[in-house]
């Protein structure tokens, strides 16, 4: 699916890396996993306008008022790792993590979670292949993620790449010879991130996939991008590796084409809603696993007229809270994030509960009522 683009990265006000010091510095926030609360967590992935905006602090509140307690943020390595460091240098260049620091504070002051989904690798560790290309050596993933828990102590959830089942954010998913090799490389890819962000922080959690709704299965002849679908990509991942430790799986079960309803049945292997559980049951069998959780780290539905191959806002508020009451009816789904909170210029998604002049869509009210109605 198409992303927020990364156009340009603010720096946040110094007055949230302050607070988030403080917090560093005091004792480490409890969290919903280790105190009693929801089985489902919702929240909102909107980077622009949680991060970056003038009036981020605003949006988060308004988030909050939906009842939202988790949202999800990029950390792209390749931009905030823009040369190779020196021995005893941190692996990052501090003043790129201001803004997510302020993000930080912000959200634990509003008791919401935040999930880091680490994704990019920088042109020095991979010889300038792209960010969609793994690192050469997955050594130099593994201190970053390390040394990005270190510094965030009160965030406990994480998920390793972003949609590894596509070429747009892993490459290259099939060699010369047609063979699928994306599973092996992220395999080693998510291994380094997992032992680093564990080494800092033993109680994280960490999940692995993060997968695209579908894909093809071959190499492509034309000029759409080389995909797996998500349940063949873990089946060969499972074979690959099946000793891998993780604390969930993340999916984005987008419908396989963007009008369709939530409980539309798509055909396996691909994976939208109405087929997560047998997703669910196929990872336990092919990891040797007993109830895997999901974690639902993006799904959305565009909207016209802003999108003009969207639907009806009213049709997209009946979608939103159906989403959510499918998803909340499967206990292993235990996390269930909305992709976009307000539609951003420089998103190319129009799936905003709020327009881009910040005015609620009929979804706005529908979902909180939703969140409400599973008691998140």
């Given at each position: 699916?198409?992303?927020a683009?990364?156009?340009f990265?603010?720096?946040?006000?110094?007055?949230?890396?302050?607070?988030?010091?403080?917090?560093?510095?005091g004792?480490?926030?409890?969290?919903?996993?280790?105190t009693?609360?929801?089985?489902?967590?919702?929240?909102?992935?909107?980077?622009?306008?949680?991060?970056?905006?003038?009036?981020?602090?605003?949006?988060?509140?308004?988030?909050?008022?939906t009842g939202?307690?988790?949202?999800?943020?990029?950390?792209?390595?390749?931009?905030?790792?823009?040369?190779?460091?020196?021995?005893?240098?941190?692996?990052?260049?501090?003043?790129?993590?201001?803004?997510?620091d302020?993000?930080?504070?912000?959200?634990?002051?509003?008791?919401?979670?935040?999930?880091?989904?680490?994704?990019?690798?920088?042109?020095?560790?991979?010889?300038?292949?792209?960010?969609?290309?793994?690192?050469d050596d997955?050594?130099?993933?593994?201190?970053?993620?390390?040394?990005?828990?270190a510094?965030?102590?009160?965030?406990r959830?994480?998920?390793?790449?972003?949609?590894?089942?596509?070429?747009?954010?892993?490459?290259?998913?099939?060699?010369?010879?047609?063979?699928?090799?994306?599973?092996?490389?992220?395999?080693?890819?998510?291994?380094?991130?997992?032992?680093?962000?564990?080494?800092?922080?033993?109680?994280?959690?960490?999940?692995?996939?993060?997968?695209?709704?579908?894909?093809?299965?071959?190499?492509?002849?034309?000029?759409?991008?080389?995909?797996?679908?998500?349940?063949?990509?873990?089946?060969?991942?499972?074979?690959?590796?099946?000793?891998?430790?993780?604390?969930?799986?993340?999916?984005?079960?987008?419908?396989?084409k963007?009008?369709?309803?939530?409980?539309?049945a798509?055909?396996?292997?691909?994976v939208?809603?109405?087929?997560?559980?047998?997703?669910?049951?196929?990872i336990?069998?092919?990891?040797?696993?007993?109830?895997?959780?999901?974690?639902i780290?993006?799904?959305?539905?565009?909207?016209?007229?802003?999108?003009?191959?969207?639907?009806?806002?009213?049709?997209?508020?009946?979608?939103?809270?159906?989403?959510?009451?499918?998803?909340?009816?499967?206990?292993?789904?235990?996390?269930?994030?909305?992709?976009?909170?307000?539609?951003?210029?420089?998103?190319a998604?129009?799936?905003?509960?709020?327009?881009?002049?910040?005015r609620?869509?009929?979804?706005y009210?529908?979902?909180?009522?939703?969140?409400?109605?599973?008691?998140?």
């Amino acid at each position: 699916m198409r992303r927020a683009t990364a156009a340009f990265l603010a720096l946040a006000a110094l007055g949230g890396l302050v607070l988030v010091v403080a917090l560093m510095r005091g004792e480490r926030a409890e969290t919903p996993e280790t105190t009693p609360g929801p089985r489902l967590v919702v929240g909102f992935f909107d980077d622009a306008n949680f991060r970056w905006r003038p009036d981020r602090a605003r949006m988060l509140d308004r988030a909050q008022r939906t009842g939202a307690r988790v949202v999800r943020a990029f950390i792209r390595w390749h931009l905030t790792a823009l040369s190779e460091p020196k021995p005893g240098e941190l692996p990052f260049y501090e003043p790129r993590l201001y803004e997510i620091d302020e993000l930080v504070a912000n959200a634990n002051a509003r008791g919401i979670e935040v999930l880091f989904s680490i994704w990019g690798t920088p042109e020095w560790a991979n010889g300038g292949r792209g960010p969609n290309y793994a690192p050469d050596d997955p050594d130099d993933l593994r201190r970053f993620a390390h040394a990005l828990a270190a510094r965030y102590p009160t965030v406990r959830r994480y998920a390793v790449w972003n949609e590894p089942n596509t070429e747009q954010f892993l490459a290259p998913q099939f060699d010369a010879q047609g063979r699928s090799v994306a599973p092996a490389i992220y395999a080693r890819l998510y291994r380094a991130a997992y032992e680093g962000i564990k080494e800092a922080r033993p109680d994280a959690l960490v999940a692995i996939g993060e997968t695209s709704s579908h894909g093809r299965d071959a190499p492509s002849r034309g000029r759409a991008q080389d995909t797996h679908s998500p349940a063949r990509f873990a089946r060969l991942l499972a074979e690959q590796e099946p000793a891998l430790e993780f604390d969930a799986w993340g999916h984005h079960p987008y419908p396989v084409k963007g009008r369709q309803a939530p409980d539309h049945a798509s055909r396996w292997p691909s994976v939208t809603l109405t087929c997560l559980e047998r997703f669910g049951e196929a990872i336990d069998h092919w990891f040797g696993r007993d109830d895997t959780p999901l974690w639902i780290t993006e799904y959305a539905h565009e909207s016209i007229p802003e999108e003009p191959h969207g639907i009806p806002p009213e049709l997209q508020a009946t979608y939103a809270a159906r989403a959510l009451e499918l998803a909340a009816g499967l206990p292993r789904v235990r996390m269930f994030v909305w992709f976009t909170f307000r539609d951003d210029q420089t998103n190319a998604w129009q799936s905003g509960l709020l327009d881009g002049r910040g005015r609620p869509r009929p979804a706005y009210e529908r979902f909180a009522a939703a969140i409400g109605a599973i008691g998140s």
